[in-house]
Nanobody, 124 residues
Framework: QVQLVESGGGLVQTGGSLRLSCAASGRTGNIDGMGWFRQAPGKEREFVAAISWSGGRTYYADPVKGRFTISRDNAKNMVYLQMNSLKPEDTAVYYC?????????????????WGQGTQVTVSS
């Protein structure tokens, strides 16, 4: 099993920045891809960004392209989401996810392990 713990959420004003962190532990040697998803109140969970664990290929949802950056530190088993130019519509619970055999990085069903989530609130 892989355990994921997110941190770094909080309250920020429009235009501000936050950096989310996700610490992976357990059977991290099986991880193939990691991603961030978010869920706003009353909405379905949606893809935000993903990164392949070995090659570092990155994927982004259109609403966050150019504002968010995903990165990883394999030695520390960490993945990060740098969020800049935040907007009120970015308000959501952000979840870290890890997949053992990830192919469609944008699809939630590709991920086997999930964190508990961290709240991000952007005030207008």
């Amino acid at each position: 099993q892989v355990q994921l713990v997110e941190s770094g959420g909080g309250l920020v004003q429009t235009g501000g920045s936050l950096r989310l962190s996700c610490a992976a532990s357990g059977r991290t040697g099986n991880i193939d891809g990691m991603g961030w998803f978010r869920q706003a109140p009353g909405k379905e969970r949606e893809f935000v960004a993903a990164i392949s664990w070995s090659g570092g290929r990155t994927y982004y949802a259109d609403p966050v392209k150019g504002r968010f950056t995903i990165s990883r530190d394999n030695a520390k088993n960490m993945v990060y989401l740098q969020m800049n130019s935040l907007k009120p519509e970015d308000t959501a619970v952000y979840y870290c996810a890890a997949g053992d055999a990830t192919y469609y990085y944008t699809e939630a069903y590709e991920y086997d392990h999930w964190g508990q989530g961290t709240q991000v609130t952007v005030s207008s």
